[in-house]
T-cell receptor, first 114, second 116 residues
Framework: GENVEQHPSTLSVQEGDSAVIKCTYS??????FPWYKQELGKGPQLIID?????GEKKDQRIAVTLNKTAKHFSLHITETQPEDSAVYFC?????????????FGKGTSLLVTP | GAVVSQHPSRVICKSGTSVKIECRSL??????MFWYRQFPKQSLMLMAT?????????EQGVEKDKFLINHASLTLSTLTVTSAHPEDSSFYIC????????????FGPGTRLTVL
């Protein structure tokens, strides 16, 4: 089955700096890659997603890049703010053949210090 | 848009009792709902997938007789933990997707279950 690896497990940056989180996946049939932000005691919140027919997507301070050949995708957060502190999860899906199930990475705990 | 609610947000029960958790899509019709559990500082583990009007599909290792899932309408799915034991204590989270964007899952706020 699909295996999603996520690095780093923890990341500490200063306010205003950029943060990058990387994920790799094993199943070349994966075609959908969402990123979720989870604050303590809350459910995950979809922050950005990308499909396999594009290489990059941006939404204000957040961007995701996808390299299908290398089977990895990354989350980029620019001009980080303390409220960006949370756990971030990447996921991958092969779509209909798996019932649209998401395979999650183990998460990255991001801390943005003022 | 795409709001998913869960009720209750937290529940404490005695060992041996059953607990029902509701998951509702508030502003869209959810053709598919997913149930996850999450232990502290760990990732989300998919328990089962349910489509409206069909039996749920359980992941390997998840006991279907212990975790009863009902997806009776396009806006409501329920998870019942039967004969709960302390090891069932966890954070249970549901998600929902629509037929228009079947691969996009919107998550509820989660339910913290504590079994004494």
């Amino acid at each position: 089955g699909e295996n999603v690896e996520q690095h780093p497990s923890t990341l500490s940056v200063q306010e205003g700096d950029s943060a990058v989180i990387k994920c790799t996946y094993s199943d070349s049939a994966s075609n959908y890659f969402p990123w979720y932000k989870q604050e303590l005691g809350k459910g995950p919140q979809l922050i950005i997603d990308i499909r396999s027919n594009v290489g990059e997507k941006k939404d204000q301070r957040i961007a995701v890049t996808l390299n299908k050949t290398a089977k990895h995708f990354s989350l980029h957060i620019t001009e980080t703010q303390p409220e960006d502190s949370a756990v971030y999860f990447c996921a991958a899906s092969i779509g209909l053949n798996s019932g649209y199930a998401l395979n999650f990475g183990k998460g990255t705990s991001l801390l943005v210090t003022p | 848009g795409a709001v998913v609610s869960q009720h209750p947000s937290r529940v404490i029960c005695k060992s041996g009792t059953s607990v029902k958790i509701e998951c509702r899509s508030l502003d869209f019709q959810a053709t598919t709902m997913f149930w996850y559990r999450q232990f502290p500082k760990q990732s989300l583990m998919l328990m089962a997938t349910s489509n409206e009007g069909s039996k749920a599909t359980y992941e390997q290792g998840v006991e279907k007789d212990k975790f009863l899932i009902n997806h009776a309408s396009l806006t409501l799915s329920t998870l019942t933990v039967t004969s709960a034991h302390p090891e069932d204590s966890s954070f249970y989270i549901c998600s929902a997707s629509t037929s228009g964007r079947s691969d996009t899952q919107y998550f509820g706020p989660g339910t913290r279950l504590t079994v004494l």
